[in-house]
C-alpha cells in the first residue's frame, strides 16, 4: 500500500476521509491492517462485509464449517446454492467483488490449542464470532498471550455482548468469566434473533475500524449489553482480576488451554 | 431494604423473569444478593464463577455492599455466534 491514496481509493472512501478522526491517515492504517476474523457465521458474515467495504488490508476467515440451510436465516453471506460448500470459500468469493483492495485469506480449519498460537500469529487485531465456549476461551489465551487486541461478540435469543480485549489495557475474557456457564444450545435450538447477528456483527465491525485506526476504542474495558427484545443497550465497566491464571498476577496458563464445556454445534 | 435484580441470557430462562426486587438485609453483599436468589432457583448455585456482577452499571465484586435502591446484575457469558 503506497503513502498516497490513489484517486479511485479517495473515491471509494470518502466518506471515512470525510470523518477527522478517520481521515486519509487513518485510512492508510485500514488499508495496512490484518485483521483474522474467527468464525464466519451470524457474527462473521456482517462483520467481514462492512470490514471489506471499510478497506481493510488483509482479512483472514477462519472457518471450518459448510453452509447448511438452517444457517441461511441469519448468514448474509450464503446463499440457497452455496449449501454443502465450505463457508469460508462462498465468504472469500462473495467478499472478493465489494472490493479490490482487500487481500482475503480463507483458512479452512477449526480453531483448537494447539493450534491457535499459530492461527493468530502476524494478525494485527483477531475478533472473535464464534459460536462455542471452548473457542471463546482457546481464542482469548492464544491473543492474550500474543499480545493481539481481541474483540469478542456473542449472541443468545435476543441477546448480544460485545467487548474489546487487551490486558493490561483491559481485562480478559477468563477475568470476566473464570468458567464457562453449563451447557448453552447453539443458536439453531436455542434460537436467534436475525436482525441481532448484523447489530452485533455491525458493532465488532465499528469497534475493528475504531481500534485500527486510533489504537484504543470505546469498548476495551467495557462489556456491552444489547437487549433486541427491548430494544435497549447497558454497558458495563469492567477490570481486571489479579488472580486471572492467564493475565493476573501469578499466571498459571502458558499456553491455549482447553476448558470443559459441554458441547455447541453449529451457529 | 430492596434491591432491584437485572438478569441476562441463561439466568433469564432459569428464573423467567428480567429483573426482580429482592429485600435484603442492611449491609448485604453482592454474594448475599445472589445467593438469596439461588435459594428460589436452586439451579443458579455452582453458577458464580460464570458472572459479572455490576452495581447500578458499574464494576462490582462479589464482597462489594449494596445499598436501598441499587441495581444489581448478574450476566452470564453467551456463546452463540
Known amino acids: ?267 | 431494604m430492596m434491591v432491584e435484580v437485572l438478569l441476562f441470557a441463561g439466568l433469564r430462562e432459569v428464573c423467567g423473569q428480567t429483573q426482580m426486587h429482592i429485600e435484603l438485609a442492611e449491609g448485604a453483599t453482592v454474594a448475599d444478593c445472589f445467593a438469596d436468589l439461588a435459594e428460589r432457583f436452586p439451579e443458579l448455585s455452582g453458577s458464580r464463577q460464570s458472572l459479572v456482577v455490576a452495581i447500578n452499571e458499574e464494576y462490582a465484586t462479589w464482597t462489594d455492599q449494596t445499598a436501598d435502591g441499587d441495581t444489581v446484575a448478574f450476566i452470564p457469558p453467551v456463546s452463540g455466534g
Not at chain 1, 151 to 165: A, C, L, P, R, W
Not at chain 1, 177 to 186: C, K, S, Y
Not at chain 1, 208 to 215: P, Y
Request: with cysteine; aromatic share 4%.
Open chain 1, 1 to 267: 500500500m503506497k503513502d498516497r491514496l490513489e484517486a479511485e481509493q479517495a473515491e471509494r472512501y470518502q466518506a471515512h476521509l470525510a470523518l477527522p478522526k478517520i481521515g486519509a491517515t487513518g485510512q492508510r492504517r485500514l488499508l495496512r491492517s490484518r485483521v483474522l476474523m474467527v468464525g464466519i457465521g451470524g457474527l462473521g458474515c456482517p462483520t467481514a462485509l462492512y470490514l471489506t467495504a471499510s478497506g481493510v488490508g488483509t482479512l483472514g476467515l477462519l472457518d471450518d464449517d459448510i453452509v447448511d440451510r438452517s444457517n441461511l436465516q441469519r448468514q448474509v453471506l450464503y446463499g440457497t446454492a452455496d449449501i454443502g460448500k465450505p463457508k469460508v470459500q462462498v465468504a472469500r468469493e462473495r467478499l472478493a467483488g465489494i472490493n479490490p483492495d482487500v487481500d482475503l485469506e480463507p483458512i479452512e480449519e477449526r480453531l483448537t490449542p494447539s493450534n491457535a498460537m499459530d492461527l493468530v500469529e502476524g494478525w494485527d487485531l483477531v475478533i472473535d464470532g464464534s459460536d462455542n465456549f471452548a473457542t471463546r476461551y482457546v481464542v482469548n489465551d492464544a491473543c492474550v498471550l500474543s499480545r493481539i487486541p481481541l474483540i469478542s461478540g456473542s449472541i443468545f435469543q435476543f441477546e448480544g455482548q460485545v467487548t474489546v480485549i487487551q490486558p493490561p489495557l483491559s481485562p480478559c475474557y477468563r477475568c470476566l468469566f473464570r468458567l464457562p456457564p453449563r451447557e448453552q444450545p447453539a443458536c439453531r435450538d436455542a434460537g436467534v434473533l436475525a436482525p441481532l447477528t448484523g447489530i452485533i456483527g455491525s458493532i465488532m465491525a465499528a469497534e475493528a475500524v475504531k481500534l485500527t485506526v486510533a489504537g484504543d476504542t470505546a469498548l476495551m474495558g467495557r462489556l456491552l449489553l444489547v437487549d433486541s427484545l427491548e430494544s435497549s443497550t447497558r454497558s458495563v465497566r469492567v477490570k481486571s482480576d489479579p488472580t486471572c491464571p492467564l493475565c493476573g498476577k501469578e499466571p498459571s496458563i502458558d499456553r491455549p488451554t482447553a476448558v470443559a464445556v459441554c458441547r455447541s454445534s453449529d451457529a
